[in-house]
């Protein structure tokens, strides 16, 4: 089993379509299954981090019990609210140090910390969204480009795509019309945010 935890379900769905298309042998073998609890780490330090972490692993642990699984990953995800710059790699160092330390007994962890937000890592795949809804169109200055230097992504989304206008609800089927497509194996721009979780699940 790998369990995903994150703000909420279309962010979960969203990785989840990723966790497929990099490790479709993972996938093949292994169920994805959601816990409920959003995850509020990015703005925690010391003690405080280090007990929002233990309530993630231990619903996680509690899920595979549940479940009667092996508990074969665990990938947790937190909008940043922010670019890709020097916060965004203290954030993350400090986040994937305190995962590796609760987590020894799993087999891999990831970390999703998406900068700006998960709707940046989809702006990465512009050839997606008129497979959602035909009339959408992602404008050539938001296509190419590092998205992890786009603020509220989401928000162009909403204003740039046409009509019916984006909603937080379309992200997961944007990103599952990537999969289908073979739209994920060869983003078009960079997100240095993306390329780090990418990685981490190429390790696994």
Same mark, same amino acid.
């Given at each position: 089993m790998i369990v995903l935890a994150g703000e909420d379900q279309n962010d979960c769905d969203i990785m989840a379509a990723l966790i497929r298309a990099h490790r479709p042998d993972l996938c093949a073998a292994a169920k994805l299954v959601r816990i409920n609890d959003p995850v509020r780490l990015r703005k925690k330090s010391g003690a405080d981090l280090s007990a929002a972490v233990k309530a993630l692993v231990g619903k996680a642990r509690a899920k595979a019990l549940q479940q009667k699984a092996q508990l074969l990953g665990f990938v947790v995800h937190e909008d940043l609210d922010g670019f890709t710059d020097p916060h965004y790699s203290k954030v993350r160092a400090a986040v994937s140090a305190e995962l590796?330390?609760?987590?020894?007994?799993? +087999? +891999?962890?990831?970390?999703?910390?998406?900068?700006?937000?998960?709707?940046?890592?989809?702006l990465l795949f512009p050839d997606a969204f008129p497979h959602v809804r035909p009339r959408w169109k992602v404008p050539s200055r938001l296509r190419g480009r590092d998205m992890g230097r786009v603020k509220e992504p989401k928000e162009e989304l909403k204003g740039q795509l046409g009509s019916p206008r984006f909603r937080e609800s379309d992200g997961p089927l944007v990103a599952r019309a990537a999969l289908e497509h073979g739209l994920i194996r060869a983003p078009e721009g960079e997100n240095d945010s993306y390329m780090d979780f990418v990685e981490e699940l190429r390790n696994w």
């Open positions: 590796d330390r609760q987590c020894t007994s799993f +087999h +891999h962890t990831a970390l999703a910390l998406a900068a700006w937000e998960s709707e940046g890592w989809l």
